[in-house]
């Protein structure tokens, strides 16, 4: 098992460079035989997180609600849904990650709530009860119809009518989320309240849920047409949806938001040691959006977007985006990742063929710790497991209800970790679980891995402790080498250390030369290189990587 950093070892900023394990409670482990993943099974599982040599996990919402988007639909911010578990079960967990030297995020999803809250059960009851400012409430226009062209993310208009106020209410998401006023002082206040709460029982950090989504134009105004942009790195919807088809500059990422983002962080500093991770979904503007969240070390202290979670795989995007992400953001940090809860697994996206799927596991994981910037891996990556595919009757996506069959939503990625390849569930649970286990997984699965030389779970263990080992990866500078579309090469420096990456992100074996100024480098070992290298030419094979010591 690889060194393990104690609690307070890393300092303030422990996140600067941090390797994150996302964590679906849903899917992780079951201890009660109800389907369902939960807290006590999190536990549970530490000693695996611990030992792929992560610095912090990031718990997927586990608050109490009625769950008609599992969990992004928060009907009591500041307890725990009995499917998962009691809040001793939470404190039970957060003592055990502490003691394996694990720092533990959550999810904060601030933007909207459920409609069975009782702040929105109170708002919506009158015009002039103590809560009736507390949502998005608008005039229908005079022919009745929604108070302008804002869409929902999940299909069709972002109004739904209420009756009994005769006013519309905006949803960015499910009817059933409505969307909160933070143009009212006493909703942020009451937020960061929750906040506080969570603060108190000792979590080291928050990621927070749709960061950019929280305010909106107070005068309602139609969002234009969006303009196509042909280097645009990430788009804020799949292309079946119409929601990409307008340029979103009027219902989120409105500049008031930078105040109540200084507002959070205060409260954050005021602990010390906690920290923030805003998800920034803007289209073409995610970059300049995560500058401004990121800058000035009075806002969020880093921000991931949507770049490397699409389904393009070359030297050429990944070098874009980062170079992108080094201009535009000047004090900021990023978090990469190439997947997560809502996205196709990236094997299933960047490998050409069911048997590249290993090679490119492994070597996208030594891409992504190579990065300069924090890393978040999505559970099940370092099993190397696909994207699951799914029938129509079993999916319990809203998202992918809506757009079936052009879009098959986001179940395919979330379906229950495979810990034991022996059994019917892949030893996620004795009973049939809320998502089916595919077959292929149970052969991926942690018993099939475990120990095994060569295996993906392996790499990640071996790429993950030589990120631990050359510190220059965490936080030195990154600067990228021109000259050959199909080969990625960056050089990672600081005071002390230089070392050059080079990848072939192809099926085919590539040759790559050493720049004339970096005489007589030493190969370091990096895991799972097959390079060959012969004075300044180094010949890498298909979906290859080496590291040179400069």
Not at 127 to 138: G, L, Q, S, T
Not at 243 to 256: C, L, S
């Amino acid at each position: 098992m690889n060194q393990i950093t104690t609690h307070d070892e890393a300092g303030q900023d422990w996140w600067r460079g941090a390797v994150i394990y996302q964590v679906y409670p849903r899917s992780f482990q079951d201890t009660t035989n109800d389907g369902l993943g939960d807290l006590k099974g999190i536990t549970r599982r530490l000693p695996h997180i611990a030992s792929l040599g992560v610095d912090a996990l990031w718990i997927s919402p586990f608050f109490t609600s009625p769950q008609a988007d599992m969990g992004y639909d928060v009907s009591n911010y500041c307890d725990v849904d009995p499917r998962f578990g009691t809040l001793e079960d939470f404190d039970a967990l957060v003592e055990s990650a502490h003691g394996l030297g694990l720092k533990v995020i959550i999810d904060q999803v601030l933007s909207h709530s459920s409609d069975q809250h009782l702040w929105f059960e109170e708002s919506r009851s009158s015009r002039d009860n103590p809560k009736a400012d507390w949502y998005v409430w608008a005039e229908p226009k005079p022919d009745g119809t929604a108070p302008n062209n804002w869409l929902s993310i999940f299909g069709g208009p972002a109004w739904e009518w209420d009756g009994v106020r005769k006013q519309y209410y905006m949803h960015n998401y499910l009817i059933s989320q409505p969307d909160l006023n933070f143009h009212n002082a006493e909703v942020q206040d009451a937020l960061l309240e929750t906040v506080r709460f969570w603060l108190e029982r000792g979590v080291d950090g928050f990621r927070l849920d749709t960061v950019n989504y929280y305010v909106h134009d107070k005068l309602l105004r139609d969002n234009p047409p969006l303009q196509p942009d042909p280097q645009a790195t990430s788009q804020d919807a799949p292309d079946v949806n119409p929601y990409g088809m307008q340029e979103h500059i009027f219902d989120k990422t409105r500049p008031e938001n930078l105040e109540f983002l200084k507002r959070f962080r205060a409260l954050l500093d005021s602990y010390g040691g906690r920290t923030a991770v805003g998800e920034v979904g803007d289209g073409a503007r995610s970059l300049q959006t995560v500058a401004q969240y990121t800058s000035g070390g009075d806002k969020l202290h880093m921000c991931y977007t949507f770049d490397l979670l699409g389904p393009e795989y070359s030297a050429a995007h990944i070098r874009r985006s980062v170079k992108a992400f080094e201009s535009r953001v000047q004090d900021g940090w990023v978090c990469w990742a190439f997947s997560n809860h809502d996205v196709e697994r990236h094997v299933s996206r960047f490998a050409p063929s069911v048997a590249d799927r290993p090679v490119v596991a492994k070597q996208a994981i030594n891409i992504l710790a190579s990065l300069r910037g924090s890393i978040c891996i999505y559970q099940g990556e370092e099993l190397g497991l696909p994207e699951a595919e799914l029938r129509f009757e079993d999916l319990q996506d809203p998202y992918g209800i809506r757009f079936w069959p052009a879009f098959k939503g986001r179940d395919g990625c979330r379906t229950p970790m495979p810990w034991d390849g022996g059994t019917t569930h892949g030893g996620f649970s004795e009973v049939e679980p809320w998502l089916p286990v595919p077959e292929e997984h149970l052969a991926l699965a942690l018993s099939e891995q475990q120990d095994v030389d060569g295996s993906v779970l392996e790499h990640y263990r071996a790429v993950l402790a030589f990120r631990r080992q050359n510190p220059v990866m965490r936080e030195g500078d990154i600067q990228f080498i021109e000259g050959n579309d199909d080969l990625l090469v960056f050089v990672r420096s600081d005071a002390e250390t230089r070392l050059l990456f080079a990848f072939n992100l192809t099926a085919e074996g590539r040759t790559f030369i050493t720049p004339s100024e970096f005489s007589n480098p030493q190969v370091l070992p990096m895991p799972a290189s097959r390079a060959e290298v012969s004075g300044n030419a180094v010949e890498l094979a298909a979906f290859d990587g080496v590291c040179l010591l400069l």
